[in-house]
């Protein structure tokens, strides 16, 4: 079987987390998120969010937290602002599409909205009410190219939806890798204060399966209960999303696991440099996209698994590769000793 570099939850959980769903496993608990780990699970998080206030609701994937929280946000009139690069642009079946709001599609600088680039999208919808209303801006962090926003950068999409009237939701399913990144100087607690909501990915990142929705904005937080139950974003056995964000954040593991993910990323970008080859995206994260001749990228692909990302022409595509909390220094030393081989170098 060849050695994977697909994506970020090829494996099951991380042994931390098996452990603690077996040890609690015929302790008797409420269901649909009333349990002590899930109650426990919140109360870490916002402690490290330093937002006493906001509110936490785990829900099993990123699509269904993406769905359930533009859904709810928004009334049927209005539409979400999301970059090309964007989930739910292009990614997600016309997942939000279906819940009966338009995705309004901008370009992106390096896969990351700015305040100019959303004010395009206002201008070429001034004709109000015989066009939808725009009311939320969605980004990713990391974004979906491995790029990720700055505080600088979120502050200032943060005051101009503030002054635009416009709700800022950040996709976190990879939020570990972006705070994680050598780049990075966001915080938890700045995303706490400058977004309406965001979520931190925790599929991606060690868990079985798992996000926990983080609703900072007072106004939003009501009824929130009643679209996850609708959306069917419940589970009965909420315990087992509870236990894995306890498990990942009572010791920090979850960062630990985001930071292993993106040295072995990083490992990988300092072989492809001595190649001189150009980048699709230039990232620090744990995903990484060079451009290669065709005919390198056949005979990587003899003896592993990763994405063809992007055509650049006839003779060169981008490539994707990514690294896991799971990566270990065995697969990344034999990669690495193949990119070798194929480039000639010592």
């Known amino acids: 079987m ?7 939850y090829s494996e099951g959980c991380h042994p931390q987390i098996l452990t603690a769903l077996t040890a609690s496993n015929l302790v008797q608990q409420d269901g649909y998120g009333g349990d002590q780990y899930s109650q426990n699970a919140a109360s870490i998080i916002l402690q490290k969010l330093k937002a006493p206030q906001s509110k936490v609701h785990f829900v099993s994937g990123g699509t269904q937290a993406n769905l359930v929280i533009i859904s709810a946000f928004l009334r049927p009139h209005e539409s979400v602002i999301a970059a090309t690069t964007g989930h739910i642009f292009d990614n997600e079946t016309g997942a939000i599409e279906a819940t009966g709001h338009k995705v309004n599609e901008a370009q992106a600088v390096d896969g990351k909205l700015t305040p100019e680039t959303v004010q395009q999208v206002l201008d070429a919808h001034p004709v109000k009410p015989h066009q939808l209303k725009q009311k939320m801006v969605y980004i990713s962090n990391s974004t979906e190219i491995g790029t990720v ?7 200032a999409l943060s005051m101009f939806c503030r002054a635009n009237n416009l709700y800022l939701f950040m996709d976190g ?11 990075n100087d966001l915080t938890l607690a700045d995303i706490a204060q400058y977004t309406d909501a ?5 599929t991606k990142n060690g868990a079985l399966i798992g996000e926990a929705i983080v609703i900072n904005n007072i ?18 056995k ?5 236990i894995q964000f306890e498990t990942l954040f009572q010791d920090d593991l979850y960062f630990q696991l985001a930071e292993h993910a993106n040295q072995q990323a990083m490992k990988i970008k300092q072989v492809f440099e001595l190649t001189k080859c150009d980048w699709w995206a230039n990232t620090n994260t744990n995903q990484i ?23 650049i022409d006839d003779n060169y595509s981008a490539i994707r590769l990514i690294t896991s909390w799971a990566t ?9 000793k193949e990119v070798k081989k194929v480039y000639h170098l010592q």
């Open 289 to 311: 996209f060079p451009i290669l001749e065709n005919s390198k990228i056949a005979l990587l692909a003899a003896a592993f698994d990763f994405y063809v990302w992007r055509k």
């Open 149 to 155: 926003y700055c505080r600088d950068e979120i502050i």
């Open 198 to 202: 965001f979520y931190i990915g925790g």
């Open 328 to 336: 270990t220094e065995e697969s990344v030393d034999l990669f690495i």
């Open 238 to 242: 909420g315990r087992l999303l509870g």
């Open 2 to 8: 060849k050695i994977s570099f697909k994506n970020d």
């Open 219 to 236: 106004a939003l937080q009501e009824d929130f209960e009643y679209h996850l139950k609708q959306k069917g974003a419940m589970l009965s």
């Open 173 to 183: 399913a990879r939020l570990g890798h972006a705070l994680m990144s050598e780049q």
